[in-house]
């Protein structure tokens, strides 16, 4: 079965401090990566998502990714974070070729940004 | 803007009560998905359903668990007999036709339920 492992569980930083979040998956085959982010008291929304082409990715607010598929990592960056940054960040895979279950979730990652 | 919508968003049932989940999908999304969210823990998925039926339930436990999106009306996730381990955050996602099991998804804002 698919795995998703994000390898901080807290993280902590001040502004304009950079960020990178790491993710790794287990499953060998095509995959579809994704992140998400759930503000205080919202709901998920989209970050970014890999499907194929440029291996890094850019998303909403300054964030990107990059797909290494000989690590099986899809790490999240952003150069300088900011205080609205502060969020629970969930890495996400689909085997898309592998069927209909949904994503697997990697645990989450809660970031503080510090003014 | 209607996004995924679920209620209640707040549920309190005591042992041995039921707990009913509704889950409205975008405007035109027929794929709903179900999510749990334990404390400390990512989201694990439940159950994956298209209007009448049930695609994957392999995350679903196997007794007091079931859900169902019928033709009409919002889905339902129905917790029977409810343990305090079943206190958690449910989330629903639903995502577009033709794009079942990968893609995507939607979240609503989830349901929180606690069982004393």
């Known amino acids: 079965a698919q795995s998703v492992s994000q390898h901080n569980h807290h993280v902590i930083l001040s502004e304009a401090a950079s960020l990178e979040l790491g993710c790794n998956y287990s499953?060998?085959?095509?995959?579809?990566l994704f992140w998400y982010v759930q503000y205080p008291g919202q709901h998920l929304q989209l970050l970014l998502k890999?499907?194929?082409?440029?291996?890094l990715v850019k998303g909403i607010k300054g964030f990107e990714a990059e797909f290494i598929k000989s690590k099986f990592s899809f790490n999240l960056r952003k150069p300088s974070v900011q205080w609205s940054d502060t969020a629970e960040y969930f890495c996400?895979?689909?085997?898309?070729?592998?069927?209909?279950?949904?994503?697997?979730f990697g645990k989450g990652t809660h970031l503080i940004i510090q003014p | 803007n209607a996004g995924v919508m679920q209620n209640p968003r707040h549920l309190v049932r005591r042992r041995g009560q039921e707990a009913r989940l509704r889950c409205s999908p975008v405007?035109?999304?027929?794929?709903v998905y179900w999510y749990r969210q334990l404390p400390e823990e990512g989201l694990k998925f439940m159950v994956y359903?298209?209007?009448?039926?049930?695609?994957?339930e392999s995350g679903m436990p196997k007794e007091r668990f079931s859900a169902e999106f019928p033709k009409e009306g919002p889905s339902i996730l129905r917790i029977q007999q409810v343990v305090r381990g079943d206190s958690a955050a449910y989330f629903c996602?639903?995502?577009?036709?033709?794009?079942?099991?990968?893609?995507?998804?939607?979240f609503g804002e989830g349901s929180r339920l606690t069982v004393l």
């Open positions: 996602a639903s995502s577009p036709p033709g794009t079942g099991g990968t893609g995507e998804l939607f």
């Open positions: 499953y060998g085959g095509t995959v579809n």
């Open positions: 890999y499907f194929s082409g440029d291996p």
């Open positions: 996400a895979v689909d085997n898309s070729g592998g069927g209909a279950d949904g994503l697997t």
């Open positions: 405007k035109g999304h027929s794929h």
């Open positions: 359903l298209q209007k009448e039926n049930i695609i994957d």
